[in-house]
């Protein structure tokens, strides 16, 4: 499973910044502050790499095995 650290802190702080959320200079606050942001479900317009995240997250979550594919 992908660790919620895998999210670009800028795109963190971004995203704290723009729901006037304080930003954090300790990156394990701003991590845990969104987490629990996620664990809420109240997100709306969320950064690309985030939404990439939950819908990671999820699928591990519930074991979905995706097939490899080769380009």
Same mark, same amino acid.
């Given at each position: 499973?992908? &660790?919620?650290?895998?999210?670009?802190?800028? =795109?963190?702080?971004?995203? %704290?910044?723009?729901? =006037?959320? =304080?930003?954090?200079? =300790?990156?394990?606050?701003? $991590? #845990?502050?969104?987490?629990?942001? @996620?664990?809420?479900?109240?997100?709306?317009?969320? +950064? %690309? &790499?985030?939404?990439?995240? @939950?819908?990671? $997250?999820?699928?591990?979550?519930?074991?979905? %095995? #995706? +097939?490899? $594919?080769?380009?």
């Amino acid at each position: 499973m992908t &660790s919620i650290l895998a999210i670009p802190f800028n =795109d963190v702080i971004m995203f %704290l910044r723009s729901r =006037d959320i =304080d930003t954090f200079s =300790d990156r394990e606050q701003a $991590y #845990l502050k969104l987490w629990n942001l @996620i664990q809420a479900d109240t997100l709306t317009n969320i +950064p %690309l &790499s985030i939404a990439d995240w @939950i819908i990671a $997250y999820n699928l591990a979550i519930q074991q979905v %095995l #995706l +097939p490899q $594919y080769k380009t």
